[in-house]
């Protein structure tokens, strides 16, 4: 069954734009898994700070997998600095 893994992300102040390109960029990486099914990002409408990464995996376990090893990349790595506070993760099944 398909995962749908949505990720809470908070800017720093002046860094909004900057980590959503960052994110948007760091997305390929996960678009050319063969398990990765869509990927996007989303902004608050209200709150320009407040970030959604969302993406649909084809299981849990190949998220996961896939998110141990991005956190070594230069890529992802270099926009931790971006970010406020921890990342939210919240995982969502279909039912419908």
Known sequence: MSIIVNVNVRAKPGHAEALARGILEAQKLAL???????????????????????????????????????FTMPEVSGLMHMIEGELDYRYFEMVG
Request: proline content about 0%; cysteine-free.
């Open 32 to 70: 050319v898994e063969t398990q990765n099914q869509a990927a996007s990002v989303l902004r608050n409408a209200d709150d320009e700070h407040q970030l959604v990464i969302h993406e649909v995996w084809d299981s849990r376990e190949a998220y996961e997998a896939f998110n141990r090893r991005v």
